[in-house]
Structure formats: C-alpha cells, structure tokens
C-alpha cells in the first residue's frame, strides 16, 4: 500500500493478491456467503497466543451464534479485558446513554466503556495489555460511532506500542460513495475523519486509511502495529444483510439503509422516528404538511428514552413502505428529502434546532447554509462533487475488495 513506509501492516495477502487489478472493475457478486474476518480463526489466533489480549466488542462480536470472546477464551486465548462502545457490550444502551464500567456476568472479565468520558484508552487501561482485537459491525456512515471508537483504539496502541488486530466485516452500504467530505474544523466523535458521510469503506479498509493517511497523532515515532483480516467471498458489489442488529435503533435492513440519509435529521425538528416501532424509517414532525402518515413517538425503555417530540402526533412520510430492493441498490442519499422537509416548516422554533450538531453530522455548515438559502436537492449534490472525486481517488489506495463501478 502507498504512503505506509512507517506503518506495519499485516494482512492475509492471499485475498490481497486476489483483488490486486481488479479495484476500478465491475464484478458479479460472489455466489459463495460472505466469511468474516473474526470467522477465519486461523488467520489471527497465532497472533493472540501467549498474549494478554483486549477485545473491543458488542453484541454483533460473534462467530456464528457464539460472541467471539467467548469463543477465544474456549481457544485458550488470554482475554483480560473487553472494551464497550457505544451501545454496550451486549448492544442494551440506546444513543448517547452512558455506558458505564463492570463486569461481564457470564465471563467475569472486566468491562471498559469507551464511550462517555473515556472515548481513548488511557494508558492505564491497556497497561496489562499486548494486543488489542477490534471486531464490531459497522454500517458504513461516517457519523456511525463505532470507526471513532476505532480510531481511538488505534490510536492509543500505537502510543503504546501494542497490536491492533481488526477483524473485518462487510458494509451494507460499501456498494456507494456520497456526501459531503469532513471539513477537519467539524470534527467530532460522530465524524472525525476527512471522509464522506457514506465512504464505501469496510472497517478494515478504513483502519489502514487512517495509519496510512497519518490521522492518528505520532507519539515519539512509534509505529502502529495493524493487522487486518480481510472477508473471503466479499467486494464491493455485495448486497450484505446483517445477521444482528448493530444498535438498538438500527433494527431491520431497511433502517441500515435509510441510516445514511435520515440521521442528520437529528439536528433538525424532524424525528426520525425514535420511540416507535420503525426508528429511522419513518420522517416529520408536528403540522408537517409533507406526507399523510401519522406516528406518535413514546419512552422506550433502552431503545429510546425521551425521544423528539415524546407524546405529540408527527404527520410525515412512511419510508418503511419503500422496496427494500430499491433501497439496497440506491448510490446516493436523498438530499430531497431534507430540502422538502425545510420547505414545508413554518413553526415558530428553528427548523434546525440544533444547527452546530447538523453541521457536524453533515462535516460542514454549507449544506445547512445551502438549505436555508432555499437551494434545490441538485445544488447541494453538486456542491460535494469535487471534493468526493478528490477523495475517491485517496481511497482506491486503501481498497482490500473489488470495487463497484463509479
């Protein structure tokens, strides 16, 4: 790979070599199921032994029906630690609940948030630790938390000179590039890499664009140690359906898919849903004139607690009526939506109630500014043309699958 001449990467060169010449072509999707990173044993298990071994998990951590730390401890490996994400070891946690400190009631061992005031490792907490293992579901949104929480842990083991070992998973939405790119002066936990919203990217992919790419901070010169096992039977075409949800509020495929259009709402007046019984497929707000489709969002425990417009009827658009097959295939994020939505607002309160939230959600204050000014869905598209082409080209570096056609 480019640009990583102080990095140490190990990765299973045979699947490497496999896709070498075929990253800019258009290939059928693999007949054959997708195999995780974490389900080719072979491939990291003689990285681990011998070693006190941190896993960052949560309920999508799993080789088949067993979580993998389960499954490493029956391997003999020395599991001393697990690191908890936001959401929870077991995923119970809903968005931005504070994930608390404990103990793993089925394995004893010692549970470390990284969400909350510890989103890093500190050097206490990997002290005892030779190697730490990343393997969490991701959904392929730059504001989805759980590449921040990689981030960090990268970040951290290289301050400390420990390995990293990242254990693929495919992304549901790698079969496209949008969005606006981060600009850095709106970098935040829910977005922290000059990346877009969707980036087309699995786990492992991004892990060496962030080494290799130098966003992790240098300490003293030393070098990140990472190891990435890539999926067999994966690229960029796949239509991949998870197995397990992986968050409480991303519930069925068709939220997966809609997740890259609908959160930025989460800035604005709109609810996206959240206490109900379709989270993130479902859109409006009190008086909305867009739509005829009426929902009441509640307290859900654990799911969501005091969600937007908690008790008040919403009227807007069921988008869980969408095909799900139009969904899977779609290449682009319905800035319509927004703009429609925008429109039809004439409440008292800001349609963008939490404008600096939105801006970090988008990476910029352009397409709030953009939306304000009464700008169409095609202008704003327009506005990230240039910056998604620069970053396409950064990215093909960094590809471990064949690519879809762009």
């Given at each position: ?9 190990h ?43 941190a ?20 391997r ?30 089925k ?14 490792p ?37 301050e400390?000179?420990?390995e ?16 606006p790119?981060?600009d ?9 890499h ?61 939220a ?32 909305n ?28 658009l ?89």
């Amino acid at each position: 790979m480019m640009n990583m001449k102080s990095i140490c990467f190990h990765v299973s060169m045979y699947l490497l070599l496999s896709c070498h010449g075929q990253q800019h072509t258009t290939v059928d999707t693999p007949s054959a199921a997708p195999i995780t990173g974490a389900e080719q044993t072979e491939l990291y298990l003689p990285l681990l032994q011998g070693k006190r071994v941190a896993v960052v998990a949560n309920q999508t951590t799993t080789i088949g029906a067993t979580h993998l730390v389960d499954s490493l401890i029956a391997r003999g490996i020395r599991v001393v630690k697990v690191f908890a994400p936001e959401h929870g070891f077991r995923g119970e946690a809903g968005a931005g609940e504070h994930i608390a400190d404990g103990k793993d009631a089925k394995t004893g061992l010692p549970l470390v948030s990284l969400y909350g005031k510890n989103k890093k490792p500190s050097p206490q907490m990997i002290e005892d630790v030779d190697a730490i293992v990343f393997d969490i579901q991701d959904v392929g949104a730059r504001f989805y938390t759980y590449i921040s929480t990689m981030h960090y842990v990268i970040e951290a083991a290289a301050e400390k000179r420990i390995e990293v070992v990242i254990l693929d998973r495919p992304n549901p939405n790698g079969h496209y590039i949008d969005g606006p790119v981060l600009d850095l002066a709106y970098k935040s936990f829910v977005g922290m890499h000059p990346i877009p919203i969707v980036h087309g990217l699995t786990v492992g992919e991004l892990a060496q664009m962030i080494v290799g790419e130098h966003w992790i901070e240098a300490f003293n010169g030393q070098e990140a140690m990472l190891h990435v096992i890539p999926c067999k039977h994966y690229d960029h075409t796949t239509r991949y359906h998870l197995p397990i949800r992986p968050s409480p509020n991303l519930a069925t495929q068709r939220a997966i898919y809609l997740y890259p259009s609908l959160c930025w709402f989460e800035g604005t007046i709109v609810s996206v849903g959240r206490g109900t019984a379709a989270p993130f497929e479902i859109i409006g707000f009190p008086g909305n004139t867009v739509g005829d489709f009426h929902f009441t969002p509640k307290d859900i425990p654990q799911v969501a607690m005091d969600p937007p417009h908690e008790g008040v009827e919403c009227t807007g658009l069921n988008l869980s009526l969408m095909p799900l097959e139009e969904l899977a295939y779609a290449d682009s994020i319905r800035v319509d939506w927004l703009v429609e939505l925008h429109r039809s607002y004439s409440g008292q309160k800001p349609f963008f109630q939490s404008p600096d939230f939105f801006d970090k959600l988008c990476g910029t204050d352009r397409i709030r500014k953009m939306v304000e000014e009464g700008a169409s869905a095609e202008a704003i598209r327009k506005s990230w043309a240039d910056e998604l082409h620069a970053y396409k080209v950064m990215r093909a570096k960094y590809l471990l699958y064949a690519d879809f056609e762009q």
